[in-house]
Nanobody, 123 residues
Framework: QVHLVESGGGSVQAGGSLTLSCAAS???????MGWFRQAPGKEREGVAA???????SLVDSVKGRFTISQDDSKNTVSLHMFRLQPEDTAMYYC??????????????????WGQGTQVTVSS
């Protein structure tokens, strides 16, 4: 059963912006939630993570360009992407787990995954 549903992907030109949203149909107690991405021919990598208390973590490659936020009332997590570059092209996956310990974008291990939404940035 899929508990996470992404939306908001699409195609933009370099320098453009997109916001991805993830709606959770399950309540994750004391959660760590976030986003991963996988480009063709590359391994899946963490991008951003947010704890239930609002603490955020971003990988270096997106710091200053991406932000992550959550809306507890709507049980959603969003990834706001600015100044997008062709190297940001990837399938983006929402992910979640209930344990917030070690909630770091580059290293955490989710228990649940969304099905992904494609982001394509053209030069």
């Amino acid at each position: 059963q899929v508990h996470l549903v992404e939306s908001g992907g699409g195609s933009v030109q370099a320098g453009g912006s997109l916001t991805l949203s993830c709606a959770a149909s399950k309540f994750y107690h004391h959660h760590c939630m976030g986003w991963f991405r996988q480009a063709p021919g590359k391994e899946r990598e963490g991008v951003a993570a947010i704890r239930f208390d609002g603490s955020v973590s971003l990988v270096d490659s997106v710091k200053g360009r991406f932000t992550i936020s959550q809306d507890d009332s709507k049980n959603t997590v969003s990834l706001h992407m600015f100044r997008l570059q062709p190297e940001d092209t990837a399938m983006y996956y929402c992910a979640a787990r209930e344990n917030y310990f070690g909630c770091y974008a580059s290293s955490w291990t989710p228990t649940d995954w969304g099905q992904g939404t494609q982001v394509t940035v053209s030069s």
